[in-house]
């Protein structure tokens, strides 16, 4: 498997891994005026249009025959980086049978990871038995045993007292049958790999004696059944972050709330106190320590089944130059959006594939990826990310300090970001340290479900001058700095305007609940939005890497 994404990097990424390192600092856009993300829900029709040159950038591309045609199209350049993504069958860990850890590892024995990924991804990506992506210097190096052992997991059951019905299903140890258990998938028509997955996972599961079925649905209303707990099974990649603090998001009984992360509902107290001491490590080897142990207790538990986690691959026309690669990051990022520039003649609008409806604009309660594909070019936070290294680098803040305050129960992190002079608005007003205090507290106060585990443990704000943000947390934290560094500025005029969060609509002709629009600070401004067709953005004139901004 590693033989073939070794072989895959040197036939896709020749120019990626030529290409001279940028001085990341020095990038001055975007270039762009325009950008236009087309929404086209069909993988086929996606192809298609990437051939005929309808579509510039077209990101995620999945199936291995695709993968394989686009790359024998002159006309395009394939793009490949292996990342953060991992794939999981989630299990609703209140609901019976899963409310059984036993249960659970019989059915992560059960999945055929190695055949099911060989069979739909031809050796793309591989497959996982860890809680975090194998790239990530984090995991754990058991993350890639081979664990299918279906005849181990039935003589577990047996042992437990579990028997099977005269159809071959699984009956607990007081008699109770195991009921049948749908898998909830999206649509195969928007996402036919997923669909296909689900049915594999299905029939193995089915051959281990588990009663399990798809049951397709758009995936909004699939993301709201996760949050409501009203599922068995589900399954659902993630796109995970560069620190393993995500683990507590995801697994914490803290963050087991509707809209919260801990969509399979798991409570245990050795992994709850395993997480505390990882986000609030006071070091590395701390943060290690804790790391290691919640994933080895996550192994144990197996709230959710690891499935596989798959190299990124895009396709960008050759019509484009300027474009930005790394090793760790595909064509279809916000860098190449700053510095693309048509390959010959004027410049016109870009045109990047949006394959799902954002359907909601509302920053505070907007979930998927689609909605923040398109909320992530409006919005920015004070800490970036260095492309190269995925180390901090300066975006809002030119700088930031961490310091350890008090003693003994008292000991706590103190942060202090100081904001670049100049920022603003892309309506040409003054973004000040006064945004992002009111964007913090404004989180913390309403607990914004995507935001709140980052803000939690915020204890105080304070703005000594314009440009000045100090904020006091709660105990000490090695992530406390990612944690708030990472959070979008919202502008404070808005949000003092923001009656009600949950139904404010930014395109709302009335402004019933909020002011009409989205004030950012992004590279891009949202021009207009025409369901089921288009999502248009423009350049914001206010930029701050924008050369001569006003």
Same mark, same amino acid.
């Given at each position: 498997?590693?033989?073939?994404?070794?072989?895959?990097?040197?036939?896709?990424?020749?120019?990626?891994?030529?290409?001279?390192?940028?001085?990341?600092?020095?990038?001055?856009?975007?270039?762009?005026?325009?950008?236009?993300?087309?929404?086209?829900?069909?993988?086929?029709?996606?192809?298609?249009?990437?051939?005929?040159?309808?579509?510039?950038?077209?990101?995620?591309?999945?199936?291995?025959?695709?993968?394989?045609?686009?790359?024998?199209?002159?006309?395009?350049?394939?793009?490949?980086?292996?990342?953060?993504?991992?794939?999981?069958?989630?299990?609703?860990?209140?609901?019976?049978?899963?409310?059984?850890?036993?249960?659970?590892?019989?059915?992560?024995?059960?999945?055929?990871?190695?055949?099911?990924?060989?069979?739909?991804?031809?050796?793309?990506?591989?497959?996982?038995?860890?809680?975090?992506?194998?790239?990530?210097?984090?995991?754990?190096?058991?993350?890639?045993?081979?664990?299918?052992?279906?005849?181990?997991?039935?003589?577990?059951?047996?042992?437990?007292?579990?028997?099977?019905?005269?159809?071959?299903?699984?009956?607990?140890?007081?008699?109770?049958?195991?009921?049948?258990?749908?898998?909830?998938?999206?649509?195969?028509?928007?996402?036919?790999?997923?669909?296909?997955?689900?049915?594999?996972?299905?029939?193995?599961?089915?051959?281990?004696? !588990?009663?399990?079925?798809?049951?397709?649905?758009? !995936?909004?209303?699939?993301?709201?059944?996760?949050?409501?707990?009203?599922?068995?099974?589900?399954?659902?990649?993630?796109?995970?972050?560069?620190?393993?603090?995500?683990?507590?998001?995801?697994?914490?009984?803290?963050?087991?709330?509707?809209?919260?992360?801990?969509?399979?509902?798991?409570?245990?107290?050795?992994?709850?106190?395993?997480?505390?001491?990882?986000?609030?490590?006071?070091?590395?080897?701390?943060?290690?320590?804790?790391?290691?142990?919640?994933?080895?207790?996550?192994?144990?538990?197996?709230?959710?089944?690891?499935?596989?986690?798959?190299?990124?691959?895009?396709?960008?026309?050759?019509?484009?130059?300027?474009?930005?690669?790394?090793?760790?990051?595909?064509?279809?990022?916000?860098?190449?959006?700053?510095?693309?520039?048509?390959?010959?003649?004027?410049?016109?609008?870009?045109?990047?594939?949006?394959?799902?409806?954002?359907?909601?604009?509302?920053?505070?309660?907007?979930?998927?990826?689609?909605?923040?594909?398109?909320?992530?070019?409006?919005?920015?936070?004070?800490?970036?990310?260095?492309?190269?290294?995925?180390?901090?680098?300066?975006?809002?803040?030119?700088?930031?300090?961490?310091?350890?305050?008090?003693?003994?129960?008292?000991?706590?992190?103190?942060?202090?970001?100081?904001?670049?002079?100049?920022?603003?608005?892309?309506?040409?007003?003054?973004?000040?340290?006064?945004?992002?205090?009111?964007?913090?507290?404004?989180?913390?106060?309403?607990?914004?479900?995507?935001?709140?585990?980052?803000?939690?443990?915020?204890?105080?704000?304070?703005?000594?001058?314009?440009?000045?943000?100090?904020?006091?947390?709660?105990?000490?934290?090695?992530?406390?700095?990612?944690?708030?560094?990472?959070?979008?500025? !919202?502008?404070?005029?808005?949000?003092?305007?923001?009656?009600?969060?949950?139904?404010?609509?930014?395109?709302?002709?009335?402004?019933?609940?909020?002011?009409?629009?989205?004030?950012?600070?992004?590279?891009?401004?949202?021009?207009?939005?025409?369901?089921?067709?288009?999502?248009?953005?423009?350049?914001?004139?206010?930029?701050?890497?924008?050369?001569?901004?006003?």
């Amino acid at each position: 498997m590693l033989a073939a994404l070794a072989a895959l990097l040197l036939l896709l990424a020749p120019e990626a891994r030529a290409a001279e390192r940028i001085d990341v600092n020095s990038i001055r856009g975007p270039k762009l005026e325009e950008l236009s993300m087309l929404i086209i829900t069909n993988p086929d029709a996606q192809i298609l249009a990437a051939e005929a040159g309808e579509l510039d950038v077209l990101s995620d591309v999945a199936r291995p025959s695709d993968i394989d045609r686009l790359g024998s199209n002159p006309k395009l350049n394939m793009s490949l980086a292996r990342g953060m993504h991992a794939f999981f069958l989630l299990l609703n860990n209140k609901q019976f049978p899963w409310d059984d850890a036993a249960v659970r590892r019989a059915a992560a024995m059960s999945v055929d990871r190695g055949s099911i990924v060989r069979m739909i991804f031809s050796g793309y990506c591989e497959p996982i038995n860890s809680w975090l992506p194998p790239v990530s210097p984090w995991a754990l190096a058991s993350g890639a045993r081979d664990i299918y052992d279906p005849e181990g997991a039935a003589r577990m059951l047996e042992e437990r007292g579990y028997t099977r019905d005269g159809s071959g299903f699984l009956r607990a140890p007081d008699g109770r049958p195991f009921p049948k258990m749908a898998i909830l998938t999206p649509l195969a028509r928007l996402a036919p790999t997923t669909a296909e997955l689900a049915e594999l996972i299905a029939d193995s599961l089915t051959a281990a004696g !588990f009663p399990a079925e798809t049951e397709p649905m758009d !995936f909004s209303t699939m993301i709201a059944r996760l949050d409501r707990k009203e599922y068995s099974m589900a399954v659902l990649a993630w796109s995970l972050g560069r620190n393993p603090d995500s683990l507590y998001s995801f697994y914490h009984s803290s963050m087991d709330f509707p809209g919260g992360y801990n969509m399979t509902g798991v409570h245990d107290a050795r992994l709850d106190a395993a997480l505390e001491r990882l986000r609030f490590a006071p070091d590395e080897a701390s943060a290690r320590a804790a790391s290691d142990e919640a994933q080895r207790l996550l192994a144990e538990l197996v709230p959710s089944v690891p499935i596989y986690s798959r190299i990124s691959v895009s396709a960008i026309s050759s019509g484009w130059k300027n474009i930005f690669t790394t090793d760790k990051m595909t064509a279809d990022n916000m860098w190449t959006l700053l510095t693309a520039e048509p390959a010959g003649g004027k410049m016109r609008p870009l045109r990047m594939l949006l394959p799902e409806e954002p359907r909601n604009l509302n920053p505070f309660t907007a979930s998927s990826a689609y909605s923040w594909q398109v909320l992530g070019m409006i919005y920015e936070t004070m800490i970036g990310t260095d492309p190269y290294t995925l180390e901090d680098m300066p975006a809002l803040a030119e700088s930031w300090s961490v310091r350890t305050e008090g003693e003994g129960a008292e000991r706590h992190t103190e942060l202090v970001f100081r904001l670049k002079d100049g920022l603003k608005w892309s309506d040409g007003s003054p973004l000040t340290a006064l945004d992002m205090k009111a964007s913090i507290d404004f989180i913390k106060d309403n607990k914004l479900p995507r935001f709140f585990d980052s803000v939690k443990n915020v204890r105080k704000t304070e703005t000594p001058d314009r440009l000045t943000l100090r904020v006091e947390m709660d105990g000490v934290s090695y992530w406390h700095l990612d944690n708030i560094g990472g959070l979008p500025c !919202f502008p404070k005029k808005a949000l003092d305007m923001i009656s009600d969060w949950q139904n404010w609509d930014p395109l709302g002709a009335e402004a019933k609940f909020g002011p009409r629009g989205l004030l950012g600070c992004g590279p891009f401004m949202l021009e207009s939005y025409k369901p089921g067709e288009y999502v248009m953005m423009r350049r914001n004139p206010h930029y701050r890497l924008l050369e001569g901004a006003k």
